[in-house]
């Protein structure tokens, strides 16, 4: 990544399938963001299909990027299954991951790992967890639904995450409204945010002050273009020997 002079916080916009990557104006789109949150898998059947592009695009533009997954595991063992296929399928550029914790209706019955006992969900979170760092991953945060924060006991474990993301709309009118309940790092403030270079909704998230910019993206750069050697300098004559009586630059350097 190409790092800013100066960093800011603009745009932290999470992204997936549901935005193409072809429908966002890169360049322009590169410009207004800080930070993205890309979606590597929905479960474990197989990557967000727009995962490859958008993470092509954010290497190719500059910005830098975690992966996260939304976990569906059925079990403990499975959690450690989707876990490990999501660390092998992020991008090697990707800066961490988070897991995506949220309740999941379908026809208004419980889906996914909503339909799973406490007990049970909180040990494949945290089986999830262990499996990601035994794969390497470096940094894992959670994105824990603002309504699930106590009544699924993730307030019980949050200690196993180096960050913690909350989603609180409020009026969700695209503008920061009413803060999360609880201590987190990033607010996800409204799913309805304008971002030049797309023409579409975005889930828009802020800093809360306990963690910078720098701390979430430091020591993400691409090496700086190398500087074109110097020449070397002339050898005098005679191949560089000196002699008693010899003057000027030949004798200067080595004195």
């Not at 499975?78 to 991951?97: K, T, Y």
């Not at 924060?149 to 913690?164: K, N, T």
């Not at 000196?242 to 200067?252: E, W």
Request: charged share 25%; with cysteine; aromatic share 10%.
């Amino acid at each position: 990544y190409k790092r800013k002079e100066t960093i800011t916080t603009g745009y932290i916009v999470d992204i997936s399938k549901h935005q193409k990557s072809s429908a966002i104006d890169w360049p322009v789109f590169s410009k207004q963001v800080d930070l993205l949150f890309i979606r590597v898998q929905y479960g474990s059947s197989g990557p967000d299909t727009e995962y490859a592009n958008h993470t092509a695009n954010a290497v190719k533009h500059g910005v830098p990027f975690y992966s996260y997954a939304f976990p569906r595991f059925v079990s403990v063992d499975d959690a450690r299954v989707e876990a490990r296929n999501a660390a092998q399928r992020q991008h090697p550029r990707s800066l961490g991951m988070v897991i995506d914790v949220e309740t999941e209706y379908y026809d208004d019955k419980p889906s996914g790992i909503t339909k799973l006992s406490k007990d049970v969900r909180l040990a494949g979170i945290k089986a999830f967890v262990g499996e990601l760092r035994a794969q390497g991953v470096k940094r894992v945060g959670i994105y824990v639904a603002h309504n699930v924060y106590e009544s699924w006991g993730i307030d019980g474990i949050i200690d196993i995450f180096d960050f913690v993301w909350i989603p609180r709309y409020g009026k969700n009118n695209g503008k920061p409204d009413v803060k999360p309940a609880y201590p987190c790092d990033l607010w996800q403030y409204t799913s309805v945010g304008r971002v030049a270079g797309y023409d579409g909704n975005l889930d828009l998230s802020a800093l809360t002050g306990r963690k910078s910019l720098e701390w979430f993206v430091g020591g993400a750069g691409k090496p700086e273009k190398a500087k074109p050697a110097s020449k070397p300098k002339a050898k005098p004559a005679g191949g560089g020997l000196l002699k008693r009586g010899d003057r000027g630059a030949a004798v200067k350097e080595p004195q």
